[in-house]
């Protein structure tokens, strides 16, 4: 299949990258994922090669990263879905957690967590997320009481990607309660901290080679250090940075789409009913042919959202259009994808019922279709 557009956004420096991740996908990660889903957690060690093959922080300078931008983020999401490797959770590790140590961490709290979060050595996660608190951040329960040169932090956390795994959370928790989203502030908790346990690893619908847990603090006792910039000023971080977030979830539906398109194409034509190939009946060459003109429309708006962001001028309402539009165009497309495959899209020896299970979480996470249209709704 020809491809989608002549894109414009990379250079020669972010091909090289995707060539390198991609012979990294296709010897450290394809031939083992199945096992991982079945395990429901990929093993640290991965995390440690992709670290010393350069794969994580891609965006942030050295020592912190890779010292790229944004493209060669986006190329390591591509080849993530083009893989169809949906546990690895670093894109939220690189693209999330560490570039907010970066955008608000002290010079001494930058040098002692990014250099080993790009080595792989820190696998980090964010605890946003509570059992009575989902994309409503104002509504957190979990509390940093201030005693001396310390902070006291008391609370739950759910739905953590990473969170069996991870090994440096920064925590969304209220230093000032009485203030509602102005007394929220980001703390970084490290794995072996007195108080702080993971729960049970949770069992999802998809993704599942993503760790996925509850975290419980009880009285965990941090380094007042430990705060990413001013206190109760996270809310105000956090929705600065959100704007990512949600582009990194529409690259990779973007990805997913083109690359199940190439493999519906692939299998339609391969596979023989009443006596012709699946591919020469009209009804699916005209399901493929409206999903290639939509894969277009959306590839051509997600570049031109990566290209704001590498100006810095994504808006809020832009990277809400973007995740709103990739995220069902994705779960829409891939349903027609496994049905063009027939039962054999319902079996797990084929990825395209997989990735479908998968996708659906893109409308929940990162914020949900709910929140991304209140988000458009208001510049109406």
């Known amino acids: 299949m020809q491809d989608l557009i002549t894109r414009t956004i990379y250079r020669e420096d972010h091909e090289q990258l995707r060539e390198q991740a991609r012979r990294f996908f296709e010897r450290e990660v394809e ?22 093959e350069g794969l994580l922080n891609p965006m942030l300078p050295e020592p912190y ?19 169809g490797a949906s546990g690895l959770g670093f894109p939220l ?11 608000y961490g002290s ?6 967590w990014l250099p080993r979060m790009a080595a792989g050595e820190l696998i980090g996660a964010i605890a946003m997320t509570e059992p009575g608190a989902g994309s409503d951040l104002k509504s957190v329960r979990t509390t940093a009481r201030r005693e001396g040169d310390e902070y006291v932090i008391n609370g739950s956390k759910t739905f953590i990607t990473n969170g069996i795994n991870s090994e440096i959370v920064i925590v969304v928790a209220k230093t000032a309660p009485e203030l509602g989203a102005k007394g ?5 908790v490290e794995d072996g901290t007195p108080g702080f346990s993971k729960g049970r690893k949770l069992e999802k619908i998809g993704l599942m080679a993503q760790d996925t847990s509850e975290l419980f603090f009880d009285n965990v006792r941090v380094p007042v250090g430990n705060l990413l910039g001013e206190e109760n000023l996270g809310f105000k971080y956090l929705m600065k940075e959100l704007a990512q977030e949600r582009l990194v979830v529409a690259v990779r539906a973007a990805a997913s789409v083109e690359a199940f398109l190439q493999k519906t194409v692939d299998y339609t034509r391969e596979r023989k009913a009443f006596g012709q190939s699946v591919f020469e009946f009209q009804n699916t060459r005209f ?4 999903a290639k003109a939509q894969a277009t429309m959306l590839r051509v708006f997600v570049d031109d959202c990566m290209a704001l962001h590498m100006r810095r001028e994504l808006t809020p309402e832009r990277a809400a259009m973007v995740k709103l539009n ?21 079996m797990t020896e084929y990825q395209v019922g997989r990735a479908w299970t998968d996708a659906r979480i893109g409308r929940i996470y990162g914020g949900s279709d709910e929140i991304m249209k209140e988000i458009i709704a208001r510049t109406l």
């Open 93 to 103: 590790h690189s693209d999330i957690v560490a570039p907010y140590i970066f955008a």
């Open 31 to 52: 031939p083992f994922h199945d096992q991982w889903e079945r395990d429901g957690i990929v093993p640290k060690e991965v995390w440690r090669k992709a670290g010393r």
């Open 107 to 112: 010079k001494e709290q930058k040098d002692r």
């Open 326 to 346: 990739a995220t069902a165009l994705q779960n829409k497309l891939l349903d027609e994808f496994l049905q063009l495959h027939g039962g054999y899209g319902y």
């Open 287 to 290: 399901k493929l042919a409206e």
């Open 184 to 188: 929220v502030s980001l703390i970084v």
């Open 65 to 83: 990263g890779g010292g790229g931008d944004f493209g060669h983020a986006a190329v390591l999401l591509e080849e993530i879905a083009r893989a």
